[in-house]
């Protein structure tokens, strides 16, 4: 990653960070490592993310015993933060008008501390923003008018001393709303029956649905006033009508001025399958390069509905909720082949990975087996799905998202493999070939193998050891398709058997493939046209070369045998017969063994 914020934005991080701390236990921005003199997206300056492309996209410091103030002068110069996320502290003061500037601003979480004043109107034009959490504070004067925040979702501000009307939010939009215990008055907007009484509950003098209080009717109107005011009415209806008139003569005009005006299309609206709501927003950094970025699930709880998520497992010691997944933060990550994947926050800390399925042509019974299937066989070094949901339209799964990246990322990303020695290679062979057997031997009867086994869904957990995720997220056809696209072999005849004995077969190619990868550092490349097995037979066949191995893994003095030997059990894998490849046990065998003797052999020197 290249960081890119520049110096000015630094300082004023660390400006902001200083504030914030002001009177509390910990009393600077160096405790929590925000200083000048390291980078907030290469170091660990506690509570900040960034993205990709190093710039500060996330704050989120909740419960962390801060007793200063938000200094948001300083805050908005990192242009790209979407998150700031400082529920139960005990920071006090008003919320300047400069919130104004923090333009990508999506999630607004300010809950359970002492702020105090009105809410600045300037919050009314940060367009992005979706969340705006601002309950058990003690807030003063009108709720902000929001009307040109489309994407507003929620709005909590609960217990506090909000008085004056409520604004016309668009309800049709909001999924959560709260403004109970606060001094607002008057006739409650109509919420389409989104809401109910709780919402508005605690206001001494607000009134109408839903709450059981009915408004006062209105008084009759003196007569004088009424005169006036129908002067007025009719007034505007001339003004409006001379508008009219002037609208029609001037199209007129333009009509016989502008023979032909090229259309110019500046904005493309997409629909999504299933009433997703566009929560994907773009927008320019710095320098110019569009950013992506999907916060929340939004998109899908439209359709969605407690009885049709099905918890398999809880991340973490709390049971997880529907309400968690769908208020979350989410991200997303990446789109595959085979569907995106967005990283979900959730409250309590815990990050999901969930993933968004398309076109994959199993019933809803057919996939709620397979998933209840595979949560049943555990295996320390396999992602079990923590989460499923599917509708006729859409599925989804969520594991627990590996912060360490993947296999993928490991060998070919900014290190490109250099510091991953042999042994560790050889070791991760042995660990997923055993978890894999281990699986094939658990589920053979149901058919279900992993289908979609790449270096992409061999991921790391916090202890670095290798977990194989997505297993079973393919069914045979897709599985064969997947097949076919990653080995481009016309020789290999993976797809011409189908049954569940070749898809077992088809991860055993795969596997091969796995440790192609490993031994040569070479990316297979699915929509290159490059065929890494293919490459490694023809080098092997005409000269039986070390050409083909890691450079990195011969500058470290790697034995050429071992590694051979290694490589013999990927041609094995990647025979284009499958009836010759051998099975996944037997793989695991022969790969546990090169390990151990390869362990014997560094206890020996
Ligand atoms: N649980 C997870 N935690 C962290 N990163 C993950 C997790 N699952 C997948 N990823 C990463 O997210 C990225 C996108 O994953 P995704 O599964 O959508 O695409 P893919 O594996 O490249 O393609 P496919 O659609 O064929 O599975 C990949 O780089 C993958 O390594």
Not at 174 to 192: H, T
Not at 423 to 434: E, K, M, P, V
Not at 529 to 547: C, H, I, M, Y
Not at 575 to 587: A, G, Q, T, W, Y
Request: aromatic letters at 10%; hydrophobic letters at 40%; proline letters at 4%.
């Amino acid at each position: 990653m290249t960081y890119s914020e520049d110096g000015v934005v630094k300082q004023a991080l660390v400006r902001f960070m200083d504030q914030l701390a002001v009177g509390s236990p910990q009393r600077n921005a160096w405790y929590w490592g925000w200083n000048l003199a390291s980078d907030p997206c290469t170091s660990i300056w506690q509570g900040v993310t960034c993205s990709e492309e190093g710039y500060v996209e996330a704050i989120v410091l909740d419960g962390s015993s801060l007793y200063g103030t938000i200094d948001f002068t300083s805050l908005c110069k990192a242009m790209s933060l979407q998150i700031l996320s400082l529920n139960r502290n005990s920071l006090h003061g008003f919320i300047s008008k400069d919130i104004g500037a923090c333009k990508s601003l999506t999630h607004l979480y300010l809950s359970e501390n002492n702020f105090s004043g009105d809410l600045p109107s300037s919050l009314g034009g940060l367009e992005n923003l979706h969340w705006l959490h601002v309950a058990n504070n003690k807030f003063t004067g009108e709720l902000p008018n929001m009307v040109h925040v489309p994407g507003l979702i929620s709005l909590l501000a609960e217990n506090n001393k909000f008085s004056g009307e409520i604004p016309d939010f668009d309800f049709s939009k909001l999924m959560e709303f709260n403004v109970s215990n606060n001094n607002l008055e008057g006739l409650i907007p109509d919420v389409k029956g989104k809401f109910q009484s709780d919402s508005f509950s605690g206001n001494r003098n607000l009134c109408g649905n839903p709450l059981p209080m009915a408004c006062p009717p209105t008084p009759p109107k003196k007569d004088r006033e009424s005169l006036i005011n129908s002067l007025a009415i009719y007034s505007g209806y001339a003004l409006l009508a001379l508008i009219i008139l002037f609208f029609f003569a001037y199209k007129l005009i333009r009509k016989f001025k502008a023979k032909k005006e090229p259309l110019i299309v500046n904005k493309e609206v997409t629909h999504e399958p299933s009433g997703v709501t566009p929560t994907e927003f773009s927008f320019e950094n710095k320098s110019g390069i569009e950013m992506k970025s999907e916060y929340s699930m939004t998109s899908l709880e439209s359709e969605m509905n407690t009885s049709t998520l099905v918890v398999l497992s809880s991340p973490g010691p709390y049971a997880l909720r529907f309400e968690d997944i769908l208020r979350a933060p989410a991200e997303l990550v990446g789109r595959g082949m085979h569907g995106s994947l967005y990283k979900v926050w959730l409250d309590n800390g815990v990050f999901l990975a969930v993933k968004r399925i398309r076109d994959w042509g199993i019933s809803n019974q057919d996939f709620e087996r397979r998933m209840n299937k595979i949560s049943q066989v555990k295996h320390p070094y396999v992602m079990s799905p923590v989460v499923y949901y599917c509708s006729r339209l859409e599925k989804l799964l969520a594991y627990e998202y590996m912060e360490n990246g993947s296999l993928f990322k490991m060998l070919h990303g900014s290190q490109s493999g250099q510091s991953f020695d042999w042994g560790s290679r050889l070791s991760i062979a042995a660990n997923i070939a055993d978890a894999l057997a281990y699986m094939h031997e658990e589920l053979r009867e149901s058919g279900i193998a992993h289908g979609n086994i790449k270096s992409n869904n061999i991921l790391f957990s916090k202890n670095m050891d290798p977990c194989i995720s997505e297993y079973g997220l393919m069914v045979i056809e897709t599985q064969a398709q997947s097949a076919l696209s990653r080995t481009r072999s016309k020789k290999s005849n993976n797809v011409t058997t189908h049954g569940a004995y070749s898809t077992f077969k088809v991860d055993v190619y795969a596997f091969g493939v796995i440790l192609l990868e490993l031994l040569t550092g070479k990316v297979v490349q699915e929509n290159s046209g490059f065929d890494l097995a293919q490459w490694v037979n023809s080098v092997v066949r005409e000269e039986w070369t070390v050409e083909v191995f890691d450079k990195h893994l011969i500058s470290q003095g790697a034995s050429e045998e071992r590694m051979v030997n290694m490589l013999q059990v990927a041609f094995k894998c990647i025979n284009p017969s499958p009836d010759e490849r051998p099975s996944m046990i037997e793989v695991a065998a022969m790969t546990i063994s090169l390990k151990e003797e390869d362990d014997r052999s560094s206890i020996t020197f």
